[in-house]
């Protein structure tokens, strides 16, 4: 299969070209050059401009587009509204469009933040409210693809932890270099989201598009904890001082300065949809931290 995958320089598309590369073709979708060496074919490709995307895919005539890249920052999307819209909702109908015209497979990166955070363990049918611009404009693509390419495969992400060849993820990066200085890690006990591990969240897109999957679907690894809680586990697992890791509120007032966009409490997601369609199997975050402490020890 001939597969045009976008955000390749980002977390999850970097470690998802690396697990399709074998079996397929895989063409990057680039606005500049990599800043890495790689043998992966390039099409240049600019979200800000409507007329690269149409211009891109036709250029790459690929079966499959993977669209990882948009703005994912819930803060900088509350900033940069505009940027945002045409970025993460208008660029990705525009890329319906363009694959609906040469019948290639679309599968679209949405997030666990079109949901409100007030149930939480959401299912694929449970209704969205997105309390944030971020969210709104996930909901607003999601929206879009299933209407313009009813075929196509939209994957909810939670947060996705790990490192690929290229890049890791800051949050656990960020704990484990304040631990190993002796740095105290605030770390909020009352929001809760799924974890996924970056190599499963790369297994499990690659599932969905290689056995055939269409629809909605959830990623999660099944568990359901809070960033502190996430802290203390990677701590343990890592053997850093977890007592550096305080556990905080998010109406703390120096918490709720930190960030310009509302987040949802609790924005926990069910795979059981994934787990059912495909042979897709996740790891424990247990596991998933053990696999990360290879990386760090390398």
């Known amino acids: 299969m001939r597969i045009l995958i976008t955000g390749i320089t980002g977390l999850v598309g970097s470690a998802l070209a690396d697990e399709l590369r ?3 073709d895989i063409i990057a979708a680039v606005r500049r050059p990599l800043k890495f060496k790689d043998t992966f074919a390039k099409e240049r490709l600019d979200l800000n401009d409507s007329d690269t995307i149409k211009e891109t895919v036709e250029a790459a005539m690929p079966d499959a587009v993977i669209h990882c890249a948009g703005m994912t920052s819930p803060d900088e999307c509350e900033q940069n509204r505009e940027e945002c819209e045409q970025i993460n909702a208008q660029a990705t109908a525009g890329l319906a469009v363009v694959c609906r015209e040469i019948e290639a497979k679309l599968v679209f990166l949405s997030t666990d933040h079109v949901f ?3 149930e939480g363990f959401y299912k694929e049918a449970d209704s969205p409210a997105p309390i944030n611009f971020y969210g709104a404009t996930k909901l607003a693509a999601e929206n879009a693809v299933r209407k313009i390419l009813p075929g196509s495969i939209v994957a909810r992400l939670p947060y996705i932890y790990g490192k690929s060849r290229y890049r890791g993820d800051r949050f656990t990066e960020w704990i484990v270099e304040s631990l190993n200085s002796g740095r105290e890690v605030r770390l909020l006990e009352d929001r809760f989201r799924s974890h996924c591990y970056l190599g499963d969240c790369a297994r ?3 599932a969905l598009l290689e056995e055939g999957c269409e629809g909605l679907f959830h990623l999660s690894g099944g568990n359901r904890e809070s960033r502190y809680r996430f802290g203390v586990m990677l701590a343990e697992i890592f053997g850093l001082d977890k007592s550096l890791i305080i556990p905080s509120q998010s109406d703390d007032p120096a918490e709720r300065e930190k960030f310009s966009a ?18 897709f199997a996740p790891l424990t975050i247990e596991q998933g931290l053990e696999n990360l402490k290879k990386f760090f020890s390398a």
């Not at 795979?271 to 495909?278: A, D, G, I, P, Q």
């Open 204 to 206: 499990a897109l690659a």
């Open 22 to 24: 074998q079996r397929h």
């Open 116 to 118: 409100s955070g007030k």
């Open 262 to 279: 509302e987040r949802p409490r609790d924005i926990s997601l069910n795979s059981e949809k994934l787990l059912r369609e495909t042979r």
